[in-house]
């Protein structure tokens, strides 16, 4: 278990397990998950064999944007335990070898901050003002935004501010929520503060960090007005002022910098920019170790766009030599069982990209509930809680069908997530046969098919270890051949195709045989919507 062994830094080949720690488990009966819960998932965590968590924020925040909204980035939210419950966490994930990282939120706080509440106060000009970016507003009486920058979350990204003589004032900025207003990285506070945030933690013995809108947090000085295309969610954002500005560039070299007192600690930046040379600038040698590449998460189940989707990937690394990640979903998209097509279509889909992922070179981040086939629910409006569902005027129902909690044990909900029922977001009743322990009981469950599929990637250390030698896309079949002698086959056609001779190590669905007259002194053949891996 733990950090394979081989060259480079224990996060090269690393399986990061990422946990949505309000969805995770529950250990008080709240109905919201929190960080005892997730030390008491621990040994669940170990057997499945994974190598470090990213932990979504459980720092001190109103929960506008559950926890991206942060008040105090060196506390423990009360919702999800304590500084010593963190302790705990960490202290128990080491003794199993698995690291611990958390997410950074650089790019912005909750208007709950303390910072926030004095610039309010202070009034305009001052310097508590600048660390954010008010703005006076523009036509008569400044009713208008200083320009017309949208939020990702929709609507305005600019608020108007009521002055403290209660005049109408001031416009501040907030690429997300109104109550998630951006910091200015002009001002040399935010990075001293920053630093401290860093460090606090990093003294704590966490391993290091996820960097949240890590191609933020920059701004072009004069501000200049964004082209309003069709669809504004985090999508190309290659050409858009608001991201991916040049001084961003910097900020990333002064945090590389103070991970640098820490050799093992790792930085990973959520970095939604497609340009490869402008993406593989953020891994400079000085810059962030890893970046999130978001381009599987928006292939299509197709062998030709998923080819593309990798030979992408590799590319932008290759220009600074850096290491590949991969991931298949996260907090923010559908889940990938639904996006494939649902049912057990989209799951035996998600069960063969899985494979593909695990062959690939690189790191690799799994979310939770991925290695149970969790499908996104559709939730009742009412129980929606994404500020994206408001802030779109109900046009978006956002995140939230992502985010439901783990189902652990039982028939019914909580499944064994929490003790109440009222969890946080509802459970859908016929989770039954999707809970770990129901899973663990069937040898052929997708729990069961990740854990192998971990092991042999541990296990087989070229698995991971060995670059891409061969990529192709013929017919609907994906075949990617590595260094280490690995070839995964992926059926994304028509019909049952024939795998190359050798060793099956693992498939995503049981092989068709072949009928005994043949006398094939090949293995079966791999059915559609399938994956497999041959040696
Ligand atoms: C990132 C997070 C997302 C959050 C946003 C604002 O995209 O992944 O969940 O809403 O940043 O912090």
Redesign the pocket.
């Given at each position: 278990m733990g950090a394979m062994t081989g060259p480079g830094p224990w996060w090269s080949r690393a399986v990061f397990y990422q946990v949505y720690p309000r969805s995770f488990r529950d250990s008080n009966g709240d109905g919201v998950g929190d960080l005892d819960g997730v030390t008491a998932g621990l040994d669940y965590l170990a057997d499945l064999g994974v190598d470090a968590l990213w932990l979504n924020p459980v720092t001190v925040s109103p929960m506008a944007?559950?926890g991206?909204d942060v008040a105090d980035p060196r506390d423990i939210d009360p919702l999800f335990g304590s500084l010593e419950a963190m302790d705990r966490l960490i202290a128990a994930a080491h003794e199993r070898g698995i690291r611990i990282t958390m997410d950074l939120?650089p790019?912005?706080t909750s208007s709950a901050h303390p910072w926030f509440g004095t610039a309010l106060a202070a009034g305009p000009g001052s310097q508590q003002r600048a660390r954010y970016h008010f703005r006076d507003g523009t036509g008569p009486d400044g009713l208008h935004p200083p320009n017309n920058w949208i939020s990702?979350f929709g609507g305005p990204a600019w608020t108007r501010i009521v002055e403290p003589d209660g005049t109408p004032g001031q416009w501040y900025l907030h690429l997300?929520d109104p109550e998630?207003p951006d910091l200015n990285w002009e001002n040399p506070e935010v990075f001293e503060d920053l630093e401290k945030t860093l460090r606090f933690w990093l003294d704590r013995g966490v391993d290091g960090f996820r960097i949240?809108?890590a191609h933020g947090m920059s701004k072009p000085p004069d501000l200049p007005d964004m082209q309003i295309a069709e669809n504004r969610l985090?999508a190309d954002m290659d050409s858009d002022p608001r991201f991916n500005h040049e001084g961003v560039h910097e900020i990333h070299r002064n945090i590389r910098a103070v991970l640098d007192d820490y050799p093992d600690a790792v930085a990973v930046g959520?970095v939604w920019v497609y340009d490869n040379a402008a993406f593989a600038a953020y891994l400079r040698p000085d810059e962030l170790h890893l970046g999130f590449n978001f381009r599987l998460v928006r292939a299509e189940f197709d062998a030709d766009e998923i080819r593309d989707a990798i030979e992408n990937s590799l590319a932008a690394v290759a220009l600074q030599n850096a290491t590949p990640t991969w991931t298949l979903s996260?907090?923010?998209v559908e889940r990938e069982v639904t996006r494939y097509g649902g049912g057990p279509l989209g799951l035996a889909r998600a069960r063969a990209m899985a494979l593909v992922m695990l062959a690939l070179p690189g790191v690799v981040f799994v979310y939770n509930g991925e290695e149970l086939g969790l499908p996104n629910v559709d939730l009742p409006d009412e129980v929606l809680q994404d500020p994206v569902w408001e802030r779109s005027l109900y046009t978006e129902r956002g995140?939230d069908g992502c985010r439901v909690p783990m189902p652990w044990s039982g028939d019914a909900p909580p499944f064994g997530f929490s003790t109440t029922a009222d969890t946080w977001l509802p459970m859908p009743a016929d989770w039954s046969s999707l809970t770990v322990e129901h899973e663990l009981a069937d040898p052929d469950s997708t729990l069961n098919f990740f854990r192998r599929a971990l092991a042999l990637r541990r296990e087989r250390t070229a698995v991971a270890v060995g670059p891409v030698t061969g990529l192709s896309a013929e017919g609907g079949v994906l075949t990617v051949h590595t260094g280490g002698g690995l070839t995964c086959v992926l059926n994304a056609g028509e019909r049952p195709v024939d795998l190359p001779a050798g060793e099956v190590l693992i498939t995503s669905a049981a092989l068709q045989e072949h009928s005994p007259s043949l006398r094939s002194p090949r293995p079966g053949r791999l059915p559609v919507d399938a994956a497999a891996w041959v040696v």
């Open positions: 944007d559950h991206y939120v790019n912005h990702i997300f998630q949240d809108v985090l959520e996260n907090h923010d995140r």
